[in-house]
């Protein structure tokens, strides 16, 4: 049986504490300062001890953290990888380290280092990752990526830069799905192929075609390629200097240079092509070998030999790479996810 008592005034003097007869079997007292019911002991009349306050837990973004330094040696590395503010890093790690009561990282000049039970630690939570990446794979089983298909279509410089890191990425990551590229000379035979349902991710540097949903993945900009015995008028080349030499280009059916013939003419030059070549790589090694100049995408011309000398234009010029995909249709999870892993490679590399 539970009594309700007013007890304000049955505090005694010495100790402000509130006693009761022995007989009662159950108190609670109305408090005289709040008006809450505050249970007590019959035996001592003493108010029953707060329990201790609970710690803060552990988070998964502190253990991440920490095992990106542990990996790269610093906290700037570790939040460029992690794309996180320096401070943000140093804050959870120090938060990490008040809520385990130890050092987890010796600073110094040349970053950090772990300590012994820092060490410990970060065998832990590599564990821990290694069962979060288990779970992943559970929920990745049940929206259909541990299986199927993606079909990519580009053209040659994206092929050769861009592709494979995302490509070695996402199979490391989802290794029961296909992957399947096919890589082109020009723009249209990619359009094409998303058109006929023969790929299912495209990238294309012209304007999007209204049957395709797109975004912007980089800007690659224009650079002319000069032989080593050119010497510049200044730190800048003009167009006159431009215009002088005789220039290596692609075919005129490319549609790699129609944006920078169009650029020229609009500052009222026009470019003198002496040697229409295919193959990127055979103009940038007729340019090292002295036989004129070249304009180029940058992502095209990679690698340029050492001799060569590399300026932008007059008044620069880029192209704008994007990721096409044909409107309204459905696509698979697979290709959502790798959909995804542009964007994030493109986020990195911003």
Request: hydrophobic share 45%; glycine share 6%; proline share 8%.
């Amino acid at each position: 049986m539970c009594v309700l008592l007013d007890v304000s005034n049955l505090t005694t003097a010495s100790q402000g504490i509130k006693r009761f007869p022995a007989s009662l079997p159950c108190i609670i007292s109305m408090d005289a300062l709040c008006g809450l019911p505050v249970p007590l002991c019959p035996s001592c009349c003493r108010i029953p001890p707060m329990p201790p306050p609970r710690k803060q837990a552990i988070t998964l973004t502190q253990l991440r953290i920490l095992l990106a330094i542990a990996d790269s040696g610093g906290f700037g590395d570790a939040a460029l990888h992690l794309q996180m503010s320096q401070s943000a890093v140093s804050h959870a790690i120090a938060a990490l380290e008040e809520q385990l009561g130890v050092v987890l990282l010796s600073r110094g000049r040349y970053g950090a280092r772990l300590t012994p039970v820092g060490e410990r630690i970060v065998t832990h939570a590599r564990q821990i990752e290694q069962e979060l990446e288990a779970i992943g794979r559970e929920a990745n089983l049940a929206k259909g990526l541990e299986g199927g298909q993606v079909r990519i279509t580009s053209f040659r410089s994206v092929a050769t830069h861009i592709l494979p890191e995302v490509i070695v990425r996402f199979s490391q990551r989802y290794p029961a799905i296909d992957l399947t590229l096919t890589e082109y000379d020009d723009i249209e035979p990619v359009e094409a192929a998303l058109r006929n349902g023969q790929a299912d991710i495209g990238f294309t540097h012209l304007p999007p075609a209204q049957d395709f949903d797109a975004w912007e993945l980089l800007r690659d900009e224009y650079v002319v390629l000069l032989p080593a015995n050119f010497r510049p008028a200044g730190p800048d080349l003009t167009w006159k200097e431009l215009v002088s030499y005789p220039l290596i280009m692609p075919p005129e059916e490319d549609s790699t240079l129609r944006s920078v013939y169009t650029h020229c003419q609009q500052f009222g030059y026009t470019l003198t092509v002496a040697y229409r070549v295919k193959t990127d790589s055979t103009i940038v090694g007729l340019v090292a070998q002295g036989l004129g100049a070249a304009i180029l995408p940058q992502l095209a011309a990679v690698p340029i030999a050492p001799e060569i000398q590399v300026f932008s234009l007059p008044v620069p010029l880029f192209r704008v790479i994007h990721v096409i995909v044909l409107a309204k249709a459905l696509q698979v999870p697979a290709v959502f996810a790798f959909l995804e892993m542009l964007r994030s490679h493109a986020r990195l590399n911003a």
